[in-house]
């Protein structure tokens, strides 16, 4: 608009980045603003620990109603990208973590975004095939296969809930280590046994958190989970890994490209 400049927040000595909001516009200017600190957060402008200051100082900073500015703030509360505190204000915990769908490890991909992954392993025994496990690592049922159950930190926060079975030997006669699983990624030890991850089958979807889950992750019983089922092969077309995983929804998002067909 001619002779039309957007509203800048005067912010000297704030954290804040530059953010501006367009009153012509008829996007709602809570979520311009919500928008704006999203992308600051995603983006590491405004890193974990960040203190945004209260609602008050927050509105009076952006000439903005403090009505707008709690519900901006209040929809990345929804999203976990930040925490009120009582005493101390707003405050960035973590971004989500976007993870392309291709065939990688939650460690490797925790670890390429530097959220310095971390992981506690709950389970590392033999026992035998289940059904559908015998199905998706086509051996007999019955047969025994190695469970892995474990939960994936970034820092010191849970992400998400692993369970993984493996044909027993595949790893050596040693199996998966313990103290191995807790420094570093599946992906990475079959890897490490000359394992050649070629394709993999997955399928993605939701539901709401038991009390155990709730628990682990350090969510509400029935708050929303990300579920992801993954059976890997390797370059022989022999089936190396059967994964059934759980992520927090506010901290975790898949992400892929579609095309349009010709």
Same mark, same amino acid.
Request: net charge neutral.
């Given at each position: 608009?001619?002779?039309?400049?957007?509203?800048?927040?005067?912010?000297?000595?704030?954290?804040?980045?530059?953010? @501006?909001?367009?009153?012509?516009?008829?996007?709602? &200017?809570?979520?311009?603003?919500?928008?704006?600190?999203? #992308?600051?957060?995603?983006?590491? %402008?405004?890193?974990?620990?960040?203190? &945004?200051?209260?609602?008050?100082?927050?509105?009076?900073? &952006?000439?903005?109603?403090?009505?707008?500015?709690?519900?901006?703030?209040?929809?990345?509360?929804?999203?976990?990208?930040?925490?009120?505190?009582?005493?101390?204000?707003?405050?960035?915990? !973590?971004?989500?973590?976007?993870?392309?769908?291709?065939? @990688?490890?939650?460690?490797?991909?925790?670890?390429?975004?530097?959220?310095?992954? #971390?992981?506690?392993?709950?389970?590392?025994?033999?026992?035998?095939?289940?059904?559908?496990?015998?199905?998706?690592?086509?051996?007999?049922?019955?047969?025994?296969? !190695?469970?892995?159950?474990? $939960?994936?930190?970034?820092?010191?926060?849970?992400?998400?809930?692993?369970?993984?079975?493996?044909?027993?030997?595949?790893?050596?006669?040693?199996?998966?280590?313990?103290?191995?699983?807790?420094? %570093?990624?599946?992906?990475?030890? $079959?890897?490490?046994?000359?394992?050649?991850?070629?394709?993999?089958?997955?399928?993605?979807?939701?539901?709401?958190? %038991?009390?155990?889950?709730? #628990?682990?992750?350090?969510?509400?019983?029935?708050?929303? &989970?990300?579920?992801?089922?993954?059976? %890997?092969?390797?370059?022989?077309?022999?089936?190396?890994? !059967?994964?059934? !995983?759980?992520?927090? #929804?506010?901290?975790?998002?898949?992400?892929?490209?579609?095309?349009?067909?010709?």
């Amino acid at each position: 608009m001619p002779g039309y400049a957007p509203q800048v927040a005067k912010q000297s000595g704030s954290p804040l980045p530059p953010l @501006s909001v367009d009153r012509t516009s008829p996007v709602p &200017l809570y979520f311009q603003l919500a928008q704006q600190l999203e #992308a600051a957060v995603e983006n590491g %402008t405004l890193p974990p620990g960040t203190l &945004l200051g209260n609602e008050i100082e927050l509105a009076t900073r &952006l000439g903005l109603s403090r009505p707008t500015v709690r519900q901006a703030i209040q929809s990345l509360v929804d999203k976990g990208l930040l925490v009120r505190r009582r005493g101390v204000g707003t405050q960035v915990v !973590h971004s989500r973590v976007r993870r392309p769908l291709e065939l @990688s490890s939650l460690y490797d991909d925790l670890e390429a975004a530097g959220r310095r992954p #971390a992981t506690r392993v709950l389970a590392n025994r033999l026992e035998p095939a289940t059904a559908p496990v015998a199905a998706a690592l086509g051996v007999p049922e019955g047969t025994d296969v !190695h469970y892995l159950e474990r $939960l994936r930190t970034a820092y010191g926060e849970p992400m998400a809930y692993l369970r993984n079975h493996l044909p027993a030997g595949l790893l050596g006669p040693d199996e998966p280590d313990t103290g191995r699983l807790e420094t %570093t990624g599946l992906y990475r030890m $079959l890897r490490s046994a000359a394992l050649t991850l070629h394709s993999a089958r997955q399928s993605i979807g939701a539901r709401a958190a %038991t009390p155990e889950e709730a #628990a682990l992750l350090d969510e509400q019983e029935g708050a929303p &989970l990300l579920t992801m089922e993954r059976t %890997t092969y390797d370059d022989t077309g022999r089936a190396v890994e !059967h994964g059934s !995983h759980l992520y927090r #929804a506010a901290r975790y998002s898949f992400e892929l490209q579609l095309m349009v067909r010709p």
